[in-house]
């Protein structure tokens, strides 16, 4: 069950549906207190999460994202299923940069139930 | 890369403008990594755009890579670098058709949302919200974040597929026509969702053709395949495309 302060997107596992998690991440933010300069990072850093989360058998399985504003600011988490058994990945060390550049911070696992990536940031003023 | 500076050399001009910050240490590492601003201005000069205009915008590109370059994070420069300038010549494409391609509602909405948050980073010394902006302009919360993002993000219309089955008008002349009656941004969404149900080699070559705007013969020998064969895909992936816009079910 979804907190009051949450929502989730879930959508097929394909490019095409980037677009969906950065408004998302946009109007989230906002409500989290991110300015605009901030909320360009969030975009920058969702673009790498999805990126990463689609890694492999793009098309098979389902992504959800969870956006949750809290007293701090925001805290994203990613989860990428599919019908086949996906392989251990490892973010490239670019994308750990611009992650590390972009967000408070951010954490890759890779699960049984599938590849995660949580990320929190919060504004500055 | 140029021949005048080795490896160790570069590490080094790297290494002194990362410790001095200094405008000529920043000149010295521009001057070491132009041919690779250079190389990246090359790879897209077969488009009707002088060459001097990708340089100096890969060169931009180049030194804003420069200062952003932090050494300790342990990425290649010559690699961070390269994304940084691939970027800011995508970024200057997109601008250049950005005009064309959004509509006029948004392109107003983007104006605005700009010179609003200009005046209130200067009023507040801050970077200000996209709460404080759509109280500033008075717009819908919803539409400033729809501006910031057209403004930030790559949202290509793409398509020369006809609307109806009778197929006198193409989606390409609806997006671009400045009377149309229908939310062209809906239908920008909508053709985007269509992509989605090519596959990866199709969608790739139909990007090529309607938003990078290559030839059939430029994305033929980008991929290594005749051009007869490029002209067959497009006109497969199309009718694939105009099959499942009459049968938004499928």
Known sequence: ?125 | MSDEFSEEERARLLDEFASTRSEAARDAVTAAFLPLADYFARRYSNRSVELDDLQQVARLGLVKSIDRYDPTVGVRFSTFAGRTIDGELKRWFRDKSWAMRVPRSIKENVREVTLSQQKLEQRLNAVPTALEIAADTKLDLALVIEALDARSSYQPARLDVPTSESGSQTLGEVLLSEDASVDRSDVTMMVSQLLTTVSDRDREIIEMRYFEELSQQQIADRIGLSQMQVSRILRKALGELQAAMRDPSS
């Open chain 1, 1 to 125: 069950m979804l907190q009051a302060d949450e929502i989730s997107v879930h959508f097929p596992a394909r490019r095409g549906f980037l677009y969906l998690s950065r408004l998302n991440a946009s109007a989230i933010g906002t409500e989290a207190g991110l300015n605009v300069d901030e909320l360009e990072d969030l975009r920058l850093a969702v673009n790498e999460m999805v990126n990463w989360l689609l890694q492999d058998a793009e098309g098979d399985g389902t992504v959800t994202i969870t956006f949750a504003s809290t007293d701090s600011g925001i805290e994203i988490d990613g989860l990428r299923t599919a019908d086949a058994e996906l392989p251990e990945r490892q973010i490239d060390d670019l994308a750990n940069a611009v992650l590390g550049a972009t967000v408070d911070d951010h954490r890759v696992r890779n699960e049984p139930a599938g590849r995660r990536l949580e990320m929190r940031k919060s504004p500055e003023r």
